[in-house]
């Protein structure tokens, strides 16, 4: 920082500091930060770029049909290089090294990481093919296993309880009433 301007009437006595003084050299250090800024995650598209060129041989050889995968560069706060819904590939701290991520219900995990291009497509090669073989068993129906199939319990007829209920209870008032008549007399 600088020593307080003066004012040419008395040399003792700060003159107060212009906020549009102070504005204009807050936004020409914030243009000099976002330069740098944007200069790194041009660089960061750029090293993306060149793995999404490496990438199409790999995605030239899966079936029209298969549409799992969704590659393109998102460009953000952070680049990131697409490979389907679940899985990308981000820039690591020092800008140079890519970190191949897959986001599952229990958080993020990293799949790769390497400073090396071919490294990262052998990386996604073997993700790619790992969601073709899971997509291949989600699409075949399996056969469930049939269970020797035993004869059904023979249906018993609900009538005979009720008869035999009733019979029994007729039974129990007659003896009732005979005992009712022994002890009268």
Known sequence: MSEPETSGTDPGQPRPVRLRDALLRARIEAADRTGVVVDLRDAEVARLEILNDALDPLFAQVPDQIDLFDRGISQ?????????VVAHIVMGRDKRMYRFVQDTRFGRIVLAESHD???????????????????ERAMVVQP???APTAAPPPRRSRVWPFVFGFVLGA???FGLAVLAVLRNW
């Open 76 to 84: 953000g706060d952070t680049p990131r290089l697409w490979i389907d």
């Open 117 to 135: 291009t071919a490294v990262m497509v052998e990386a996604v090669t073997d993700y790619v093919a790992r969601r073709m073989v899971e997509r």
């Open 144 to 146: 469930e296993p049939q």
């Open 171 to 173: 039974a129990a008032l």
